[in-house]
């Protein structure tokens, strides 16, 4: 399906021959500053069948997450975490206690100090001294 597409069994991969210095086509590195052909992208996307989509999802993200410094694969967990627990908050505590133990997550929240948080109701008191700290009527016009 890929054979006009492939050099030496691999899918070719025209590089700007400005940017990047002449190298053996087996061991090309893959740089930040390294340019992709979208000529070769568009075919390659066009060659690939609509229902073979996962599939390819599937390894060129595994291939991808290979790729990556360990401090980026954190943060997007973090960020994708995030948004789940958002979305589903009553899993939170469950996963922890599967994943951290019953012992480590007590800890975790007892450091949270969730006592000391204010709520909604403190938070409002709160900002409603402070307007009325800052109003005019209380500074003195010394």
């Given at each position: 399906?890929?054979?006009?597409?492939?050099?030496?069994?691999?899918?070719?991969?025209?590089?700007?021959?400005?940017?990047?210095?002449?190298?053996?086509?087996?061991?090309?590195?893959?740089?930040?500053?390294?340019?992709?052909?979208?000529?070769?992208?568009?075919?390659?996307?066009?060659?690939?069948?609509?229902?073979?989509?996962?599939?390819?999802?599937?390894?060129?993200?595994?291939?991808?997450?290979?790729?990556?410094?360990?401090?980026?694969?954190?943060?997007?967990?973090?960020?994708?975490?995030?948004?789940?627990?958002?979305?589903?908050?009553?899993?939170?505590?469950?996963?922890?206690?599967?994943?951290?133990?019953?012992?480590?997550?007590?800890?975790?929240?007892?450091?949270?100090?969730?006592?000391?948080?204010?709520?909604?109701?403190?938070?409002?008191?709160?900002?409603?001294?402070?307007?009325?700290?800052?109003?005019?009527s209380s500074i003195d016009p010394d």
């Open positions: 399906m890929f054979k006009p597409l492939r050099k030496r069994g691999l899918f070719s991969m025209k590089l700007n021959e400005q940017s990047q210095p002449e190298t053996d086509e087996s061991t090309v590195e893959v740089t930040d500053e390294q340019q992709y052909d979208p000529e070769l992208a568009l075919k390659i996307m066009e060659a690939v069948p609509r229902h073979t989509w996962p599939a390819v999802l599937d390894a060129c993200v595994a291939n991808i997450v290979d790729e990556l410094p360990s401090d980026t694969l954190f943060r997007i967990a973090e960020l994708y975490l995030t948004d789940y627990y958002i979305e589903n908050p009553r899993q939170i505590i469950p996963d922890m206690l599967r994943i951290k133990g019953a012992e480590a997550t007590v800890h975790i929240l007892d450091a949270l100090q969730l006592d000391k948080l204010p709520g909604p109701a403190k938070m409002r008191a709160e900002e409603e001294e402070q307007r009325t700290d800052n109003s005019p």
